[in-house]
């Protein structure tokens, strides 16, 4: 699919279904409630979206998406998610604390909760920062 290829509204639709399926396997992954909605939705979202296997030179295969333009795109995102599942690194996907969008933990004890320390891990300890000062003010300072 090219920058340029327009994306009707089911496409556009699809592609949301697609994201929101993802997040809701992660939430659920991360210990929150499973969404009924998260399974039929991946399997119907990739269903438009047909995979092939592919021999490796040297031996394995590969799952790739066979389709075109949207559906291209789509299998891209199924396959990848897949092939994070298989290769055991599905732990390492999640969701910021911060600000919702998935990131992948590449930190070696798998620690991280912030998509970017910069930008949601400042504003949650700036945040945490300001609660404990107000908690910690004198009742006296409050009301002069």
């Known amino acids: 699919m090219s920058a340029s290829e327009e994306i009707d509204e089911d496409g556009r639709r699809r592609t949301v279904h697609l994201r929101a399926a993802l997040l809701g396997l992660l939430n659920e992954h991360a210990g929150g409630q499973p969404d009924p909605r998260t399974r039929t939705t991946l399997e119907a979202v990739t269903k438009a979206a047909p995979m092939g296997l592919v021999a490796q030179p040297g031996g394995g295969l590969r799952l790739v998406p066979s389709g075109a333009g949207l559906d291209h795109a789509l299998g891209t995102i199924a ?3 897949y092939l994070t599942s ?15 969008w998935a990131f992948f933990d590449s930190t070696k004890n798998r620690s991280r909760i912030w998509c970017d320390m910069a930008t949601c891990g400042s504003q949650h300890k700036a945040r945490a920062y300001r609660q404990r000062q107000r908690r910690d003010e004198p009742a006296s300072a409050v009301g002069e």
């Open 86 to 100: 298989e290769r055991g690194n599905f732990e390492r996907l999640k969701l910021c604390q911060g600000c919702d």
């Open 79 to 81: 396959a990848a998610a």
